[in-house]
């Protein structure tokens, strides 16, 4: 695909990958860019690995399949990696992004010989102090749009704002700790770049 980007996600059902891949696409589009945010699920159960995608481009969207070479990887629960090829595909001048506490030296061994660019974002401890629950999808969006640079930090962060007061329209007061969790890893991985 040319003038355009493919992430592929990958998290547990329940984490939120469907739905951070899905306020991604709805951001991105809000920005004025041809988009698709879709899951792909096995059993689908709490818990069972689930994986979900995204293409954004300037030009029309004509495929319309799974992304089988990613430029980005989101991996939302780090036991995947034991479990799940979560690199296969993906192009080294790409990047992969993994929810840890863990340094990325400390996951290249579970990468199966990836060379490309590894950033980690410990999205559970800053879901925890943001939100006071482990709701990892907000900041491994926010760090995804940063290591992607598919849209500027300030574009980004006007756009999700709007988009948590419609979607929390019945409870307002998540709105500032999701945006908090946003900023936050924005910061971890601009710091990290």
């Not at 860019?33 to 709490?46: I, S, T």
């Not at 296969?88 to 990468?111: C, D, F, R, W, Y």
């Not at 756009?159 to 908090?180: C, L, T, W």
Request: hydrophobic share 40%; glycine share 8%.
């Amino acid at each position: 695909m040319k003038n355009g980007i493919e992430i592929r996600w990958h998290g547990r059902g329940g984490q939120g990958a469907k739905t951070a891949a899905l306020l991604l696409a709805d951001v991105a589009f809000k920005t004025g860019q041809n988009v698709q945010g879709f899951p792909e699920y096995g059993p689908e159960r709490m818990g069972a690995p689930i994986t979900a995608y995204n293409r954004i481009s300037s030009d029309v969207i004509r495929v319309h399949s799974n992304i089988y070479t990613p430029d980005f990887v989101v991996v939302v629960d780090e036991t995947l990696l034991e479990s799940v090829d979560v690199t296969a595909g993906l192009k080294e001048e790409g990047a992969i992004i993994v929810n840890t506490s863990k340094t990325p030296e400390e996951i290249m061994p579970h990468l199966k010989g990836y060379k490309g660019k590894v950033y980690t974002v410990d999205g559970r401890k800053i879901s925890v102090e943001a939100l006071g629950k482990n709701f990892p999808n907000s900041p491994m969006l926010a760090a995804i749009v940063a290591v992607s640079k598919v849209m500027p930090r300030d574009k980004f962060i006007t756009e999700m704002r709007a988009s948590y007061q419609h979607k929390f329209a019945k409870k307002p007061e998540v709105i500032d700790g999701n945006m908090k969790a946003l900023e936050m890893a924005f910061d971890a991985v601009e710091k990290a770049m």
